[in-house]
């Protein structure tokens, strides 16, 4: 299929690695080059905050495929490479050694970068991120030599490093402006669960509390709060969101807002040129407007959606968001997007860390989360997708089996 054509992936991330695979999956047998900034090849990141940063597995867990693979399936990787410029009328890529790859269709899976703080001390030595392998690796390195962790963020990422710097022994100290971890994305019932898990777990929690400083000669010592407070600290891991990686696209005159603006077909505002990933704002069908997603099931979906639709079957992207995290001996998956919410329905009670929350608006759920529950995924994402009707009592009670809701005709009340 198409062999004299070239499709060029720039970012050797999860979604390109995966956007690669399909392309030969799919036939296509012209020229695929996968283009990535590190020097390692394509892997996954939820294990670089749990279990490879606790050193509970190695390495090869976090590739997306063995070392062999490219080359048998003829996919050129060009590891420590960087495109630094686009021209999109003549479908020219540029690279940072100066060489020009033409492109008869080009994917962007960039992903993120880690939002920096700037504020006094931010340049000192032990103040961390976490993004890369080797981020973690050099995170890992701190959490052997044991001591006292400042994590500054109670997101996703600040969250899940505290679990494991608890884990591994250390004292945690978890600073966050608003007054719940992750009340963004769950909101104040659902963050307050996660409030107590850390603290039952020994996790000092300063919320309602925003950083004024770094402090120390050489390497950071102690973080300084809005409040007045002096942490000593022997380092300090910053998780407060990411960026997405725009600046190739906007300088080609492609239409960003909030990542790379597309499709439901991930067709970026230039001819011939997708993203998906963590860069991409996708207009989703269901919800009808654009969504960026910036979790694990994301790219692995979207990078072979985006590649199917490089050559041709144009099929709309329409799966539900998806995530999960791990924190402690505690499991979680969430289906949907809250976008709008009245309120949260509870299967189960959170005290004993067993349930399941639904996020309603009006009689419709827009979201579920399930805490060590499992096998619910499927039923949950049909109650979301087909919009039924249904009755918080019902909803919540543990002996009216997910699927009996489902399947409640549209428009009835369960």
Not at 115 to 143: K, N, Q, T
Not at 303 to 329: C, H, K, T, W
Not at 359 to 367: C, D, F, K, M, S
Request: charged share 30%; proline share 4%.
């Amino acid at each position: 299929m198409t062999t004299d054509q070239t499709h060029v992936i720039v970012g050797a991330s999860l979604a390109g690695a995966k956007a690669a695979e399909t392309l030969r999956k799919e036939g296509f047998d012209g020229r695929v080059v996968l283009i990535g900034a590190e020097r390692e090849r394509p892997y996954e990141r939820p294990p670089l905050s749990k279990d490879y940063l606790r050193g509970e597995v190695g390495r090869e867990k976090v590739y997306v495929h063995d070392e062999a693979f490219y080359a048998e399936d003829e996919i050129e990787l060009r590891l420590g490479r960087t495109a630094t410029g686009l021209d999109t009328t003549s479908r020219e890529l540029e690279l940072d050694d100066g060489e020009r790859l033409r492109y008869d269709r080009l994917l962007l899976t960039m992903g993120a970068d880690p939002r920096r703080l700037s504020i006094p001390g931010a340049d000192l030595d032990g103040v961390l991120y976490l993004r890369s392998v080797e981020d973690s690796d050099a995170l890992r390195a701190r959490l052997d030599r044991g001591g006292a962790v400042v994590v500054i963020g109670a997101g996703w990422i600040g969250a899940e490093v505290a679990a494991s710097a608890r884990q591994r022994g250390l004292e945690v100290t978890l600073v966050e402006p608003a007054s719940v971890p992750l009340e963004r994305v769950l909101g104040a019932e659902l963050g307050a669960v996660y409030r107590d898990i850390h603290a039952d777990q020994g996790v000092r929690m300063l919320l309602g509390t925003a950083v004024e400083a770094f402090e120390g000669h050489q390497a950071v010592e102690r973080v300084r709060t809005s409040d007045g407070r002096k942490l000593d600290c022997d380092f300090v891991v910053v998780g407060v969101g990411v960026e997405p990686r725009t600046g190739l696209a906007a300088r080609a005159g492609i239409a960003v807002d909030n990542g790379i603006v597309v499709d439901e077909l991930l067709q970026a505002s230039a001819p011939k040129v997708f993203a998906a990933g963590d860069v991409a704002n996708a207009q989703h069908p269901f919800y009808g407007q654009r969504v960026r997603v910036e979790h694990w099931a994301n790219a692995l979906n979207q990078g072979p959606a985006a590649a199917r639709n490089m050559i041709g079957r144009s099929v709309a992207y329409e799966r539900l968001p998806y995530f999960f995290s791990d924190q402690y001996d505690i499991g979680m998956e969430y289906s949907g997007y809250a976008r709008s919410r009245d309120r949260v329905v509870f299967r189960g009670d959170p005290a004993t860390r067993e349930f399941i929350a639904f996020w309603l608006a009006g009689n419709r759920v827009t979201a579920g989360m399930n805490v060590n529950v499992w096998d619910v995924t499927d039923p949950l994402q049909r109650l979301i997708r087909r919009r039924v009707a249904v009755d918080d009592r019902r909803l919540s009670d543990p002996d009216v089996p997910l699927e009996q809701l489902v399947q409640v005709e549209m428009g009835g009340v369960a």
